[in-house]
């Protein structure tokens, strides 16, 4: 590229890259010899060359057999002005390829992008911390769509957001290879989630996927619990430093219910707190494959842990529970030990509760456990804490005095009457203190003065019967007021928990649409635009049913808005943009899917094994979620309508 004929880098598309009327064929790359031609100097100029990198894959343009990787790197890095990075290089050819920290940014990314295209060494590919975000997101995406030879990437602290979430998604409809996906800082919000939640409703192979230090918050909670609900693939989540709590916490442990895949599980630091210690526990009662469960610093105490442990009760899978950093004293330990003594098909290996301070009792305790469980190891924080003990409550001695006359069935005035020897409903204080202690009322010494004190607020030296009976109605008064608040706080503490285990329900059920679809009423009317479809209850509206226009079935995945994706493989194969929630039920006759991966496929044949060849009728597909109508009421309408001629006829 010389004087006039250089192109600036400036000029060239973000989008494509397109090399026109270029001096030398070595610059660029070819799609043949046959692409050149000499000019009047007796030049080889270059007629028109298209590098589409990203470009739909279809137009992907065959390049140059004889130039290698490392010449289509440089040449990529020449077009976009970036300087090549020396370490990817001299790393060409190796199956790892470590690019962390090196400052790529999206004009990197891109020529990175282009050099991988056809490379068939590189299975993992490291690009965290280099400031890509969403834009050199999208180039790798486009990459992805046609290199299946990648299958562990690294993408953490790029800064991708919400627009590269939606990439990522779209990438991973098509992609057949990846298995391990690290997506950790890049700064999604609540809404990106549903991006994965559709995502892997149909992407099975992806077995690792780690979304720490993201900001999901409650609505990301629920899109989440929706995406491990309906996916069979992944193994190892980590879900670390998201703010999931609440409504987030108790949708997520929804979805976990009915996960069935799921092995490894970090969600540490995300504030779970009591009400998702009590989810995650009705959670465990019937998932029987996760192995690993991190709960480091998530605000559980040790009525969190024994909710937990109900759990732990009927779980028989569970390996390794981290514990670590929680508001836990030796209560809460003694209370997870006790789960693996009193539970025979336990399978836990491992407690870690690392600064829980315990005491003799645990250890001795422990030591026994440890005698039938082997294997069992529990790290704590070392010998030196205590049970704290509950101050002692203050009893009323008018209340003492008040039930050991209940006891023997006297009256207070009876009681007073034997004081009172005189008849004058006065006594003198020595008289009444002498009374009480020669009497068998269980009163200590300091009870007696302070009851004294109550009964001669004058110092007059003279108690009273009315003061005694005035007395007694203010300890009655003050003690089913406190019966009342006891009563009002449990009250409120089974409503909270009953509260959570409804919504829990209720998630469980909005996270399994496929076996529990809800149909409006009106859903089987005809208008303009055609049938209207039913909806599965969305987890964001919490049994909420949601109708929409369009005239094809879809589901609502956790959002009142549909997800729409681009089709996998030729898109003149179908009108439109498609949902891939739920298959087309209206397609007439199904079009082959011959440029279609394994996962999408995979995806049709699970969610849609009944679509047949011929014309299908809606209502055929709605029997399983409504029944057929019954004709019997038109036939008993005749039969009144008989009688009521009989009866005319006998009239007349």
Known sequence: MRGDEDISIHSLSLDSLSLTDYENPHDVILEDEGDTEPDAQGKNRIKTVGLRCFSPVSELKLIRKDLSTEELYLQACKLVGVVPVRYFLRNLGSATINLNHHGLGPLGAKALAIALVTDMHTTTLELADNYLLAEGARYLTEMLRANFTIQNLDLSDNHIQSAGAECIAKMLLENISIKSLKLSGSKFAEDDAKWFADA??????????????????????????????????????????????????????????????LKHLDLSFNGFGNEGALALGEA???????????????????????????????????????????????????????????????????????????????????????????????????????????????IDPMKVIQDYLDQRKLRLWDFFRNIDKDGTMRVPVVDFRKAVQQSSIPLE????????????????????????????????????????????????????????????????????????????????????????????????????????????????????????????????????????????????????????????????????????????????????????????????TKVKGKKKTKKRKEKI
């Open 445 to 636: 010494k300091f009870q007696i003065e302070e009851l004294i004190q109550r009964l001669d607020r004058d110092r007059t030296g003279i108690v009273d019967y009315r003061g005694l009976a005035d007395t007694r109605k203010q300890m009655m008064r003050d003690h089913r007021r406190q019966l009342r608040k006891v009563e009002s706080r449990q009250k409120k503490e089974k409503q909270k928990s009953d509260r959570i285990l409804k919504t829990f329900e209720s998630a469980v059920e909005a996270v399994t649409p496929r076996s529990s679809m809800i149909i409006s009423p009106g859903a089987a009317k005809e208008d303009s635009s055609g049938l209207q479809p039913f909806s599965a209850t969305p987890l964001s509206s919490w049994h909420h049913i949601i109708m929409s226009n369009s005239s094809r079935y879809s589901v609502n995945n956790m959002s009142s808005e549909h997800v729409h994706l681009p089709m996998i493989g030729n898109p003149s194969s179908s009108p439109g943009m498609r949902s891939y929630s739920q298959p087309n039920l209206f397609a007439s006759i199904p079009k082959p899917s011959t440029s279609k991966p394994a996962s999408a496929q995979g995806m049709h044949s699970r969610s849609n094994p009944s679509v047949s060849s011929s014309k299908l009728s809606p209502t055929a597909n709605l029997t399983r979620s409504r029944p057929a109508l019954n004709t019997e009421p038109t036939s008993k």
């Open 284 to 394: 465990l009662k019937f998932n029987n494959t996760l192995v690993h469960l991190d709960l480091n610093n998530n605000r559980i105490t040790d009525e969190g842990a024994s909710l937990l442990c109900k759990g732990l009760e009927a779980n028989d899978t569970l390996r390794v529970l981290q514990m670590a950093y929680n508001s836990l004293t030796v209560e809460g330990a003694l209370t997870f030990i006790n789960v693996v003594k009193n539970t025979p098909k336990t399978a836990i290996e491992e407690i870690n509760i690392c600064n829980v301070l315990v005491n003799e009792n645990f250890v001795q305790l422990l030591e026994l456990i440890c005698q039938e469980h082997p294997s069992l190891e529990v790290h704590y924080g070392g010998v030196g804490g205590f049970i704290a003990k509950k101050p002692r409550k203050r």
């Open 200 to 261: 892997f409703a149909s992407n099975y192979r992806v077995k690792e996927l780690d979304l720490s230090h993201n900001q999901f918050c409650g609505r990301g909670g629920e899109h989440l619990g929706q995406m491990i609900a309906n996916n069979d693939g992944l193994e190892a989540l980590d879900l670390s430093w998201n703010h999931l709590r609440m409504k987030g916490a108790v949708a997520f442990c929804a979805g976990l219910k009915v996960n069935t895949t």
